[in-house]
């Protein structure tokens, strides 16, 4: 814990001493934020023998908080300093404590009816769309599993790196550069690129992109380079009728793969996505309907140092692999998933969830998911302090 606290400390020290010019001093304030997340998902998948995804209970509790100096500059200018901690504890494991220091610089700046955000540093996932499951401000905006999985959402909860933000009344735009991992001892050199993408056409459709770029590399021990590459082209659909709203997105998957030391060449993988939300008052049905070739063409490879790529090399939920690893991912495939969640209560800080999620593919049903997630959020981020500043 000290080696989280004195850095925090530092910062605030040199922060405090910068801001002794009075017209610095009278722009600058005190920011936080308190992040906290309980969640339960219990995954019951030995009806398919576990063939795609373990059966296991995931039971955990995340508190995130973090503070810094803000500095108005006017004319719609926000700077912020911000340095905080990650606490996760898986429960179950005695006092076993997961945690990370996080550490970010974040600009924004607002004119007319457009928001620029950026962050740079260590800063939470769910400031992006890859990290959240719905992100402002319309459409079927949800990531599909296929680039993160439930699990590597709730367990991977910062990044590393660069975000880029933009809002428009006709558009909304992100992109960044997450760094996982830098060259060392069984340690990989690993990054992603990432963007998301949509332009808000009349009549409530959308077209949009997302994609990401992840570079998989060597250690010092042994070589080996993969790229993963996944693309996608969409377009949605919504309509609100009173309290109901229906959602549609229709999605292009093209998946670009490479094994460079097995020198497998580029091998493509692709699909059509169907997802469809449903939503009236607290209840929510959402559902996604993949068919094509298998979208994780080396899940159960292994690398030269005898390691299983698996969810090293891709996020995605495995159900995508759609073939099973006796049979060639070439093949084309179906995955479907349907789920269900109820908010009972639902405030400005405060969300409530209780779900389930089935999950089958070409045998028929695979399993499901039990889930209960409670979220609490003091909203520091500044891309929430400009829209509540506009």
């Known amino acids: 814990m000290k080696r989280i606290l004195i850095p925090i400390a530092a910062c605030f020290l040199f922060l405090s001493a910068s801001a002794q010019d009075k017209r ?24 398919s023998g576990d063939l795609f ?26 700077q912020s300093v911000m340095a905080g901690a990650d606490l996760m504890r898986d429960m179950g494991k005695g006092s076993e404590y997961g945690h990370e220091f996080t550490l970010w610089y974040s600009l924004g700046l607002s004119w007319d009816d457009c928001i620029f955000t950026g962050h740079a540093g260590m800063f939470p996932r769910r400031f992006s769309v890859f990290g959240s499951e719905s992100v402002p401000p319309r459409g079927t905006c949800r990531v599909p599993t296929v680039f993160m999985s439930d699990k590597v959402r709730v367990y991977d909860s910062n990044m590393e790196g660069l975000l880029l933000r933009f809002f428009s009344p006709r558009s909304y735009v992100e992109a960044g550069l997450d760094w996982m991992g830098m060259l060392g001892s069984h340690r990989r050199e690993r990054f992603q690129i990432f963007t998301y993408g949509s332009l808000f056409l009349d009549g409530g459709f959308d077209l949009g992109w997302i994609a990401t770029l992840y570079h998989f590399a060597n250690t010092l021990e042994y070589r080996g380079v993969v790229d993963n590459v996944l693309l996608s082209p969409f377009i949605t659909w919504t309509r609100s009728v009173g309290d109901f709203r229906y959602g549609a997105k229709l999605s292009w998957l093209q998946g670009i793969h490479q094994d460079r030391i097995r020198k497998t060449g580029l091998e493509l ?19 996604d309907v993949y068919y094509g070739t298998g979208q994780m063409p080396y899940y159960d490879d292994y690398d030269a140092g005898g390691n299983m790529y698996g969810s090293d090399l891709y996020f995605g939920c495995p159900f995508y692999k759609v073939n099973p690893a006796s049979e060639d991912w070439k093949k ?8 269900f969640y109820w908010n009972p209560l639902v405030l400005e800080s405060v969300d409530i969830r209780v779900g389930a999620a089935a999950h089958f593919n070409g045998a028929g049903f695979c399993g499901w998911q039990q889930k209960l997630s409670v979220v609490f959020d003091l909203d520091g981020n500044i891309w929430k302090r400009l829209k509540r500043s506009r």
Do not use: H
Request: glycine share 10%.
């Open 332 to 339: 084309p495939g179906f995955y479907g998933r349907a789920e």
């Open 269 to 287: 993988a692709s699909g059509a996505l169907l997802s469809q939300d449903l939503k009236w008052r607290k209840v929510s049905v959402s559902g």
């Open 53 to 78: 995804m373990d059966s296991e209970t995931i039971n955990l509790a995340r508190l995130a908080p973090s503070v810094g100096l803000s500095l108005d500059s006017g004319g719609g200018l926000i």
């Open 24 to 47: 610095t001093a009278d722009n600058l304030s005190f920011v936080y934020d308190v992040f906290y997340q309980y969640c339960f998902d219990n995954r019951e998948f030995a009806r």
